[in-house]
């Protein structure tokens, strides 16, 4: 199959051994899992700085030692073949955001030695190792531990025959010996092995194969020592049978990991539990070799900040699910249509073959306290149990059909099942079976709300699967791109795939795998480069094989910007334009504005034409076929009508692509008229003038609701508290004329319990935090104070005070700074003015850019990372 051309590509150091070894988080930065460490790029940077996550040995837990001739018993023979010298990362997951102290994501890993581990970014540690939060594993023996390990006859711990046929067959082993084993040891161990005879190190790892096998951690009874051979050491653990410590070492062994989205208890206020508990929370599914899945709630951190990274994350220990017979070996989850619905689906995957679809509810959850009641029931067994086993799964629940689901299966014999399910009647239905590899199927990702499929697998190849009525049908990657630079593709050099990811506006694709190493320069390609990224544009691909304009997109005779091609796109990035007006979905789109600079470069005519459909459907409700002008004329006049989320992605376009040869400091006055247009022609014109009423339009809508809140006697304010009332009143003054009369009214009420306000929200008198001298307000972005070196200063974007000199948020598209937080109504306003009923579904301020809507985060260097969300 011919491949398409990536757009960008960039190295790694180490290669990735497990499937799903690339993760896309939701605040547009990828981790991969590369052997022992997981390497953190930004996609927009692929080149620039890097975090890193790696991966040291633990040691063992206490669970008991075994006589040295057990070792070679059934239950602990693959321990004792173990070759592992140092773990590898088996599976890794990013939450959503808000999770972090800084509200970014937080990423759980998962290590053959079975532990699972939660991971946040460095953003107050000025380094490119990531800071771990929490080690789940020894919470989960924490609690084995004081219920004496009461679940340990649960099975599974050991595979059949059958089934390790069916590992054997999907990949070559990749063991090492253990680091306290000598050489003579390592060379006896086959023919000592019939008589008896194991001289073991105090830890172990499991056998690994490098897809779907284990790595098992155990406590022996000798020491060793360097300059002696093996000295028997004293231990105080019991004494337990062999089948006893498989089962707990089971138990403890963790294989895979899934974060839920952003699970919301009730945005009622009186509805908030009790104990200190969050109403936001999401909840991490870890599955073991046991065939359990332990299920943790993890609550979103009460505030957040950039400046101290100790804020406390509460993980709770919902339950643990007896799921399969055999290893759990994936886990997904997904929404059951929106939040307030409160269901959602955890779908799980065993080595037996097995798949599972299970129902939680969030009230049940929060209300559950005993461990024995996991408030999941099992909903369909999809698959039963086989000699395949399951090594991928991807679920999908599409926006536009709220009661219907789609589940992908890979499994490692290459093939993948799809199935579809009525949520309203429960029905399953299969939708097909599909030989799609050779080897191992490494990776699923659903796109375009579940219309289009990509997978991949150990053969090196990356497939797109269409789903059209009940079925799928194949079809090539899109070939273009887009004009930037383009590397042709050499699949010599290439050995097998490990993952796919989609871009949060599913525009493009992100594809890791493993380079043939004798292939390479010895000298300088083999050594830093053991496997690469691939980023692939897949805006333009076909999603509907029977429409009219369909023809064989793999006609080498069509040209590389073909009418038809060009529909593919607009229709596809007018689908992602429409996606982030959900208001559950982090504003990051990166992949659409760097389509968009794309079309600008190469045909800025089409982008012209691309822009006015969006805001016609978005803002002007018409079909007819509008030029740009006429479009941006109609919407000047219409600000008060269009949503807080609308009009910040209307800011993003004008900043970050249709003014995008201009700096931000050049755009502000332009905006605030502190210089002229200059021979800018009406084209940018208008599009300045529209980011001027933009972004006056949200403040105005800011600064009214901080006065209604302030005004308001029912308004809780123990999350939030206005702040700079006296710069709000003042550059309301300031713009007495062009304001709107219910803000005039607002400041009027205001002014008249200014007796009543304190003096930390009011903050009437400003001084510099140079020099002391008084500072007067004439605008509401810089100050200059009044004393002799006339320092320029920052003005807060949210209260419009003057910033202090602690560490403030950073927005990434108008680089402005932020020392308080918005209220989070901004962004969920359809109209002005606000009302009051609209302020009691308010529970927490988030730290989201009031002008652009984007996550705000603490400035780094340029030599280490940072997400761009633009």
Known sequence: MRMASRFQATPLVASPVYPNAIAWSDENLIAIACG????????????????????????????????????????LLSTALSRDRRPCVRSISWSPTGMAPNSGCMLAVCTTEGRVKLFRPPFCDFCAEWIEVIDISDK?????????????????????????????????????????ITRKERKQRQDDAANGINKVSKSFGGPDTSMIEEQLPIVAETKFDKRKKYIPESCSLPQIPAEQY???????????????????????????????????????????????????????????????????????????????????????????????????????GSSDGSVKIWLGNIEKLMESSQFDSVPFFLLKEVISANVVPVSVLSIVTPVQALDKMLIAVGKGSGAFEVWE????????????????????????????????????????????????????????????????????????????????????????LAVVRNLDVDQLDHMYEARAQKAIVEFFWIGGQQLDMFSENSAKLGDESLLDHSAEKLVYWELNVLWSLKIFENLDMPLVVWDIIATLLAFKQCMPEYLDHMLARWLSFTHVDSHENLTINEVLTHILCNFSTIASRQLQLLNIICRCLVLSELTNDEINRKVYREEPYGVAGKHQTLWIEMLLRSEKELRERLVALSFLALSSKTFPRSNWRPSGVAQMAQWVQLNHDDVRDQLKDLTSRVQKLKRRISCSEY???????????AVVFDSPEIAVCQGVERHKLVRCAVSMQVCPLTPLWFCKCCNRWASKLPLDTLFTLSIYPPHLESLKECLSSKPLCPFCGILLQRLQPDFLLSASPV
């Open 36 to 75: 022992q460490s997981v390497t953190i790029v930004n996609p927009a940077l692929p080149f620039g700085p890097r975090g890193l996550i790696s991966i040291p040995t633990c040691e063992p837990y206490p669970i008991g030692v075994v006589k040295r001739e057990d070792l070679l018993t059934e239950s």
């Open 140 to 180: 989960l023996y924490d609690y084995l531990a004081r219920t004496n390990f009461v679940d340990s006859n649960v099975s599974g711990t050991i595979l059949s025959p059958e089934q390790t046929r069916g590992l054997e067959s999907t990949d070559d082993c990749a063991n090492v010996c253990p680091n306290s």
């Open 246 to 348: 498989a089962s707990h070492s089971a138990m403890l062994s963790s294989i895979a990991v899934a974060w839920s989205p952003l699970l919301c208890l009730s945005t009622k206020i009186d509805l908030v539990p009790q104990n200190n508990s969050s109403h936001r929370f999401s909840i991490l599914a870890v599955g073991g070799r046991s065939g359990q899945i332990s299920l943790w709630k993890i609550d979103v951190p009460d505030c957040y900040s950039i400046e101290h990274s100790r804020v406390p994350s509460v993980v709770t220990l919902v339950g643990l699910l007896p799921a399969h017979n055999s290893w759990v070996t994936t886990v997904n989850w997904a929404l059951l249509g929106s939040n307030s619905n409160r269901q959602f689906l955890l779908a799980s």
């Open 421 to 508: 399910c009525d949520m309203s009647s429960c029905k399953f239905d299969k939708a097909g079976c599909y030989d799609a590899h050779d080897y191992v199927v490494t990776g699923l990702a659903w796109a375009f709300d579940g219309r289009c499929l990509y997978s991949c697998g150990q053969d090196n190849y990356v497939r797109c699967w269409l789903f059209c009525g009940n079925s799928l049908y194949e079809v090539p990657l899109p070939s273009n791109t887009l004009g930037l630079r383009s590397s042709t593709d050499l699949p010599d050099i290439f050995l097998s795939c490990h993952g796919v990811a989609v871009s949060p506006g599913n525009l493009v």
């Open 763 to 773: 903050g009437a008198e400003e001084k510099c935090s140079l020099c002391s001298a």
